[in-house]
């Protein structure tokens, strides 16, 4: 009792629920809008249309081959700071900061979740696609209705390790100021004289954040998986 | 028989211009080697015609030709009147009339049987949902597999899953039908219970573009053989005509081989 209220003493007054809520924040908005931005170019990149797939291949191209650091801070400089961009207005430097990390964070993991399911397209037969054109759905149909609900069950496992990848990478955002887990630590390592405990805890905080997303797409990755 | 008159009645009706599929002088590349070279071919409405040849004649690419799944390089094709039109929501519309049916099923895989069957229905004729299941159900009886509606795919054998695959296709309520080889992925005892749905089909006046190498099943239910070799059609005549008496050594040459294995 008297040992654990000394060892743990120094965490008075951070918030570190709180900090890693903004990790949890993060993570699930980026999730979202990466899976969506995603979709739509793997779409591209399979679709009929050059200009499409042009655009899809050298987006893809570009930007996993910039360091996300650049990328948000190219969002926080470039894009707020010099062209005002605010994502839905107010003066909330912090509130700025969360979108534009959400939308870099978007971005980037956007790349790597079309990459992913464009390997999981490539696993459906041509077959499927010609059954489905051949009744008369449209490009766009066939792909919602047959193709792409294929390519997911078959990807939610490389899926689950862009989504462990994408919660690690959200300690970038503390390069802008967003107070997630990351930002907290370097504050208290500063602070106080406990760096490998402090360590530690971040550590087994992000632990319990991946290792049940991890466990969990396993298993639904076996339950939803295409028999053929 | 009556297969011959039949064929009367076809070509009857292919003067009187009820042509349902015309092709003319239809010409396919793949790269440098010429698939499909200066193809004529009409099917009346009502008319059953079977397609054979060598393997690598062309058939399966003239099967697709008919509903786009290949493009043409030159030449032109009609379903009732109509050019086929370029890809697009034409396209889209006038492949729903041409029902298809693949040699190796190609049901989806991550829907169930009945959901296979009103996929169609619901997406493309827009039809409502209590009457799209109607539908499927008693097509899945005709075909003889209404009590597999809730599994999936994988789990039916080989003779159900095509059997499916023609109810998929008759739920549009197709012009008319091509099916590409769809007994030769089939272990032999399955191959009779797909024909069976197919002579059934071809007895109600469904029209039909049927590859196979069936010969029982031409010589009962076709009205004209097409005989392909090299991408060219050599021969046609009615079944009789076609299995007792080929006209070119080609056929000649290829019934031999198919009757003495
Ligand atoms: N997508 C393609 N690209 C290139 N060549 C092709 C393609 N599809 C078919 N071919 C070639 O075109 C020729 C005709 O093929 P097709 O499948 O139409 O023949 P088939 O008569 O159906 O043969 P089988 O009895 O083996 O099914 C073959 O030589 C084949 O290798
Ligand atoms: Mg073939």
Known sequence: ?228 | MSGVSVTKAAQDAATTGDDLVVLSDVNKHFGALHVLQDIDLTIARGEVVVVIGPSGSGKSTLCRTINRLETIDSGAITIDGKPLPQEGKELARLRADVGMVFQSFNLFAHKTVLENVMLGQLKVRKADKAAAEEKARSLLDRVGVATQADKYPSQLSGGQQQRVAIARALAMDPKVMLFDEPTSALDPEMINEVLEVMQQLARDGMTMVVVTHEMGFARSAANRVVFMADGKIVEEATPDQFFSNPRSDRAKDFLSKILHH
Do not use: H
């Open chain 1, 1 to 228: 009792m008297e040992a654990r209220e000394i060892v743990f003493d120094f965490l008075e007054g951070y918030d570190l629920l709180g900090a890693f809520w903004v990790t949890v924040k993060l993570t699930v908005y980026s999730a979202l809008g990466s899976l969506i931005w995603g979709t739509l170019l793997a779409g591209m990149r399979v679709g009929p249309v050059p200009l499409m797939r042009g655009f899809g291949t050298a987006y893809v191209n570009i930007v996993r081959n910039i360091p996300l650091t650049v990328i948000i801070v190219f969002a926080s400089l470039g894009l707020f700071q010099t062209l005002q961009v605010t994502l839905g207005g107010g003066d909330d430097f912090e509130v700025i900061n969360f979108r534009l990390a959400v939308l870099a964070l978007s971005l980037y993991t956007a790349a790597f979740v079309c990459e992913a399911l464009r390997s999981g397209i490539n696993t459906v037969p041509t077959g499927q696609a010609e059954a489905a054109r051949a009744l008369g759905l449209s490009f766009t149909q066939v792909l919602r209705l047959i193709i792409l609900p294929q390519a997911f069950r078959s990807v939610v496992n490389p899926l689950a390790n862009v989504l462990i990848a994408l919660t690690k990478n959200t300690t970038v955002a503390a390069a802008i100021g967003v107070v997630e887990a990351a930002y907290l630590m370097k504050d208290m390592i500063e602070a106080e004289a406990q760096l490998i405990l402090i360590s530690a805890i971040f550590a087994f905080g992000f632990i319990c954040l991946t290792l049940p997303t991890g466990l969990l797409l396993g298993w639904v990755s076996k339950k939803v998986a295409v028999k053929r």
